[in-house]
């Protein structure tokens, strides 16, 4: 019932949210009983998750163009973004409400909507050799040093995980040895490996940011590290001056912390499909 077209070169077995956002997909599809085609025009339903040159030439192959989904890998300041402002009966998906937020602001003419891809368990063991595991992803070399001298002062001890550089087993090992994690994230379009941590339910300390501005002043939009949030996951700051205390409130209130339940109530297989679904319809 649904046609999931995608650039094959553009994935491999590397850990990227690009390529999670194709696998998770085709499992949960699978997973939830629901027919699809892998780059072929079978059913009436087509989403193209990526919009560059190996898609935009299965779109304009397509017999039936009236019931199409785009994203949510789109980059709107690429020249084939102005193509895709003139079809009809295209939706453009992003992947949480702050992009939409954007792409409403900035490209009003386009009609959106906003699907999070399924996230699933990483497979891990109960090894737990220190208290944190520290992420973290396009951030200064200031902020990183401040959290370790800050983790070392209290005690903590850590192991680092830096986006693009670990493979699956280091990440599920990581996520087996620690007790909880600590987030030094730029923005987040989803935040896939994040919300894998919430989904191992462990508590999570997100040093967060306010704007978007990859694109300079002209474009810059309100923003989070953390695009799916709630109280149950655990605490968020801005500042470095709001961490001491904001740290003692999460060791004070960590056992209360339950972030699997935002990845099962929001994330999950059968919830990330119907949502994608009913997209069509909207």
Known sequence: MLNVFYDVSSYGANTRGPTKVVKNLLQALSDCDIPYSDNKEVYDRNIFLGWDDVTLASYNSLQNKDNVLIGPQIWPWDPRW???????????????????????????????????????????????KYDCLVYYKNRSEQDISSIVQFLNQKGVSFVGLQ??????????????????????????????????????????????????????ETYKVPATSVPYWSEDCGEKFYELSELDDTFERFCANIDRYNSKKLVDSELSNKISVKKLLSLFEE
């Open 163 to 216: 986006y693009g550089n670990y493979n699956p087993n280091d990440f599920r090992e990581c996520l087996s040895e620690v007790k909880y994690c600590l987030i030094v994230d730029n923005t987040e379009s989803q935040g896939i490996a994040i919300q894998e941590m919430m989904a191992v339910n462990k508590p999570m300390l997100v040093w967060d940011v306010k704007e978007w501005d990859h694109m300079g």
């Open 82 to 128: 102005e193509y895709l402002k003139e079809i009809q009966y295209t939706k453009v998906i992003a992947p949480s409400h702050w992009v939409e937020n954007k792409l409403n602001k900035f490209w009003p003419e386009v009609r959106t909507g906003v699907w999070p891809a399924p996230i699933y368990t990483p497979d891990i063991e109960n090894n737990i």
